[in-house]
């Protein structure tokens, strides 16, 4: 039994999976995700329209749930497994000694799945972007639901025996529950603090010093608008990715990341960030620029983008929430060349440094958006309007004035002049 609230660590979490590897079938998938919590769980679970986006992966168990919550006198605090654990999972199944396979094409029907000995598949889900609304998310997970059941569904009509696992590196949603006593409230604040930065940036060090720090919580490319390229977990997690291209200078940084098959089709893949150090004598001091990202395929298909609004001080480093292709992004990587429209990118929680790194750190952060965002801009113009009405309005009551004679009707009638 587990309190309310307790965090499952790494030695439990291979004690629990310890009997799933210990059976004679020992066939294990893995359905990777991004991000996903309980709570995507239980608020999508009976939503719009009565769809279920949970039928074939965790149907009972979502069941099971409900009827625990619904049943329950007092609010519950479900126990979690810590981030760190679910990171180190995938090396724990690994060396395990069960033979890894990658499922990308999402397609077992030409998958030779050898059944004399253990087999661990690993595929990996589309990734949930934090900014899509509850509604798309639901036919987020209905299409992951669809995925999951078409490929279980061929593994049992080809006989295959197997457990799976339905899990993600990092959790979507924190609770901010205000009916916790408070050391628990405090304990979950923790958690939020910490799965902030869930897994340290990328840096790259020319001797002993580092001069090039690189983080994003997501970071994702779409080749020829189809083909979904997740590099979050390989950049950060795994770091399974060559940094030794990469140039620092005074003047001029590149950062160069190579990945060897990301995905089915592409052998490799190697992106470029281009900064510069510069003075400019209106500022009289020294800025950092994203000049441009470039994109290079098999060492023949060379994309390049221009890039928009990404400086800061050279002191400092840069950070924005969104940067990508996208028209509706803050800094957007414009495409510089033909090749460069058949890809997509798209990078959230975006933080980099090429110069003036200290202690191995990222310095004070300059963010893309401006002092004056649109709102401001909306509150102001609203605001001057309104006021120009109210001294409109106070200007003409001001001009009204009283007669200074009145007519007497026991008297003459009141003569007027025109001129008056």
Known sequence: ALHEGHVISTRE??????????????????????????????????SYDNKNPFQNQVKLSIHLLQEILQSSPSSLVLPAVDSAATR????????????????????????EVNTSKPNFMVVRLQPLFSLLTEFAKLYMFLFIDKIIGRLTMDLQERGIHFSAIYTAMRPSRISRRTDVVGELRRQLMATEEEDSLSYPPLNVTTGNFTCILFYASNFSLKANNSVLIDLTNATFVTQNVDVSSSECSDINTTLSLKYTKPVNGISSLEIRFLMTNK???????????LDSVEIVQDEEKFAKFNVSVISAPA???FHCQLVGTSNLYPARLIPSNDEATNWGVFISGLQ???????????????????????????ALVTSVILLWILTYGIHMIM??????????????????????
């Open 279 to 289: 003075f400019y004598g209106v500022s009289a001091r020294n800025w950092s620029t």
């Open 352 to 378: 980099i440094q090429g110069f003036n790194i200290e202690n191995n750190q990222f310095s004070y952060a300059s963010d893309c958006t401006g002092f004056f965002a649109p709102g401001i801009w909306m």
């Open 88 to 111: 180190y999972l995938l090396n724990f199944l690994q060396e395990s000694g069960i033979a890894k396979l990658n499922i990308t094409d999402l397609d077992v029907s030409q998958l």
């Open 399 to 420: 001009q009204l004035t009283t007669n200074s004679r009145f007519d007497d009707p026991k008297g003459s009638a009141l003569s007027v002049p025109q001129t008056e």
């Open 13 to 46: 979490l291979t004690g629990l999976l310890q009997p799933v590897l210990s059976q004679n079938s020992r066939n294990l998938i893995l359905f990777l995700q991004d991000t996903l919590s309980i709570d995507d769980f239980t608020y999508h679970s009976e």
């Open 315 to 317: 002191e400092y480093s």
